[in-house]
C-alpha cells in the first residue's frame, strides 16, 4: 500500500507520489486531497474556464524560484518576503515590488486624505528644517490636519500629533495643559450648585 510508505496515489493523473505533494484535507479519511497537487490546479483551472472566468496561466518555475505576477520575473526564494499564511511561505509579490507598491500605497494615501504630494509634503518638512514645529527635537514625519475643515498644519513627530489629537484639537485645552504644565492651572469657579464658570 503506497500509505504505508508515506505516499499516495493520485486519482486523477493516477501518479504514486509523496504525501508532500497533495493538500490537507480535514475531511478526507487520510487527512489529505484525493487530487495531487499539479491536478488540483489544473481541475481547478478548467472549472474556472468553464464558468467563464478569467484565470491566470500557470508559470513553470524551477526548485526554489517563484515567480513573480507584479514584475513578471522569476526569482530565487530569498528575495521575497516570508508569509506563514500563504502555501508555500512567502508573499504574493517579491521584495523589490512590494516596496514599489509600498511607496505608491503611501502616495495614495497623501492624495486622497490630504490633497498633497509627496514633493508637496517633502517641501514643507524642509520649510520646518526636519523637524516637528511643536517639540522642535524629533523628526517631522506625521502630516497634521485640521479635521473640520482638512486644512494640513503642518508636519509633526508621532507624540505631538498624537497629543493635539487627544485634546480634541482644541486651543483652549492646550493653553490649560500649558498653564497646567507652568504650575498655574485654571480652574472652574462654582457659581451655583452644578453651574461652573471656566477662567475666560
Known amino acids: 500500500m503506497p500509505e504505508e510508505l508515506g505516499a499516495k496515489r493520485c486519482s486523477r493523473c493516477k501518479e504514486v507520489k509523496s504525501r508532500a505533494a497533495f493538500a490537507s484535507n480535514k475531511a478526507a479519511r487520510?487527512?489529505?486531497?484525493?487530487?495531487?497537487?499539479?491536478?488540483?490546479?489544473?481541475?481547478?483551472?478548467?472549472?474556472?474556464?468553464?464558468?467563464?472566468?478569467?484565470?491566470?496561466?500557470?508559470?513553470?518555475?524551477?526548485?526554489?524560484?517563484?515567480?513573480?505576477r507584479a514584475c513578471g520575473a522569476i526569482k530565487p526564494h530569498d528575495e521575497w518576503h516570508r508569509n506563514a499564511t500563504a502555501s508555500d511561505d512567502l508573499s504574493t509579490s517579491c521584495r523589490a515590488c512590494r516596496a514599489c507598491r509600498a511607496a505608491k500605497g503611501r502616495a495614495g494615501h497623501l492624495k486622497r486624505h490630504y490633497g498633497m504630494t509627496e514633493a508637496e509634503r517633502d517641501e514643507m518638512i524642509a520649510s520646518?528644517?526636519?523637524?516637528?514645529?511643536?517639540?522642535?527635537?524629533?523628526?517631522?514625519?506625521?502630516?497634521?490636519?485640521?479635521?473640520?475643515?482638512?486644512?494640513?498644519?503642518?508636519?509633526?513627530?508621532?507624540?505631538?500629533?498624537?497629543?493635539?489629537?487627544?485634546?480634541?484639537?482644541?486651543?483652549?485645552?492646550?493653553?490649560?495643559?500649558?498653564?497646567?504644565?507652568?504650575?498655574?492651572?485654571?480652574?472652574?469657579?462654582?457659581?451655583?450648585?452644578?453651574v461652573y464658570r471656566l477662567p475666560s
Request: aromatic residues 6%.
Open 30 to 68: 487520510d487527512g489529505l486531497q484525493a487530487y495531487c497537487r499539479e491536478c488540483w490546479a489544473e481541475y481547478h483551472q478548467a472549472r474556472q474556464l468553464s464558468k467563464g472566468r478569467n484565470v491566470r496561466p500557470r508559470v513553470k518555475v524551477p526548485e526554489g524560484h517563484k515567480f513573480c
Open 128 to 194: 520646518q528644517m526636519g523637524l516637528c514645529v511643536i517639540c522642535l527635537k524629533a523628526p517631522a514625519v506625521h502630516v497634521d490636519h485640521c479635521h473640520e475643515t482638512g486644512r494640513v498644519r503642518g508636519v509633526l513627530c508621532f507624540n505631538c500629533n498624537s497629543a493635539i489629537g487627544k485634546l480634541g484639537d482644541d486651543p483652549d485645552a492646550v493653553r490649560r495643559a500649558a498653564a497646567y504644565l507652568e504650575g498655574s492651572p485654571w480652574k472652574p469657579t462654582l457659581v451655583a450648585p452644578g
